[in-house]
């Protein structure tokens, strides 16, 4: 079955950097578009990028465009979030997805943005 495991999250001060990690299994991770999502308790579930099986089309949020990168490693079968400038507003768990809706996601990273 599925399986995509999130870590990296951490306490950070704002204007600081994390890199998130999260290993897949399960299935065909290189055919697959893979997807970062956050969850914070009032706002629900939002999409924050999305990268294609040969990592040549990335996207982003508008509210961490230039800020946050996305990338893969189809031979680890991993997905990272490299984060930088992190504000507080970033404070959320976050979630590696098969799909942008996050339907389909690990148990999460908690990246907490604060001083």
């Known amino acids: 079955q599925v399986q995509l495991v999130e870590s990296g999250g951490a306490l950070v001060q704002p204007g600081g950097s994390l890199r998130l990690s999260c290993v897949a299994s399960?299935?065909?991770?290189?055919?697959?578009?893979m997807n970062w999502v956050r969850q914070t308790p009032g706002k629900g579930l939002e999409w924050v990028s999305i990268i294609s099986p040969h990592s040549d089309i990335t996207n982003y949020a508008d509210p961490v465009k230039g800020r946050f990168t996305i990338s893969r490693d189809n031979a680890k079968n991993t997905v990272y979030l490299q984060m930088n400038s992190l504000r507080p507003e970033d404070t959320a768990i976050y979630f590696c997805s098969t799909d942008p809706t996050g339907l389909q996601r690990g148990r999460g990273t908690q990246v907490t943005v604060s001083s």
């Open positions: 399960g299935f065909i991770f290189k055919d697959k578009f």
